[in-house]
């Protein structure tokens, strides 16, 4: 586990929510799809990669962090679930990118696109518990980094759902106080959170 909290000031202009999916059955109905990735792409991808990793931590709730972003100011901006190449297997991702909201490059979504992909993050966020691994990164625009700005991504893999497809809550052996192993609900190992403009992990009880 490595942990350094990252304090959003001013100068962070963007905070991206990436998740990533081995199959696109679990993907959130009715995102914006963008076209199959390409191997151009990825490559002009790789230019703006490379940030400082900050935190990596499994098992982490994501409840209430979008929320938390808003009362931060940073608005939705972007939200497009995309099919890419890994080393060995396609896989696809779910981007949502928050924008700070005071920023003269901050442009709202539509109203109704925004209320689909709140739902949609919400969705995400409360069904399933992540390998957390955030980076800080410079910030680009039109291609070139921007002196004195940045930018935070969070890549979300490694999906645990906390249910069945019944509705009923995952479940997985522990081992008891009379040390014996029982059936208990999934539960997350630390929590994701933004509190006076500090992102870091809270250990969960």
Excluded at 32 to 41: A, G, I, V, Y
Excluded at 49 to 57: P, R
Excluded at 82 to 95: A, C, D, H, L, P
Aim: with cysteine; proline share 5%; hydrophobic share 35%.
């Amino acid at each position: 586990m490595s942990v350094v909290p990252i304090e959003l000031k001013d100068s962070v202009q963007k905070v991206v929510l990436q998740f990533n999916f081995l199959k696109s059955g679990f993907l959130p109905p009715g995102m914006k799809e963008l076209e199959r990735d390409t191997e151009s792409k990825r490559e002009e991808r790789k230019k703006f990669s490379g940030g400082s990793l900050a935190i990596l931590q499994k098992n982490c709730s994501l409840t209430g962090f979008p929320e938390e972003l808003e009362k931060a100011g940073y608005g939705l901006a972007g939200a497009f679930c995309q099919e890419r190449s890994g080393e060995i297997n396609r896989y696809y991702v779910v981007r949502f990118t928050f924008i700070r909201s005071a920023s003269e490059i901050f442009y709202p979504i539509p109203e109704k696109e925004h209320d689909i992909s709140r739902t949609q993050l919400h969705t995400i966020c409360t069904t399933a518990l992540w390998e957390v691994r955030m980076f800080s990164n410079p910030f680009y625009r039109n291609g070139k980094a921007v002196a004195g700005q940045s930018s935070v991504n969070i890549n979300l893999g490694k999906r645990l759902p906390l249910f069945c497809r019944n509705g009923e809550p995952a479940v997985a052996w522990e081992t008891g106080e009379d040390g014996k192993d029982v059936q208990l609900p999934i539960k997350p190992s630390h929590h994701l959170r933004l509190d006076n403009s500090i992102i870091d992990l809270v250990t969960a009880e």
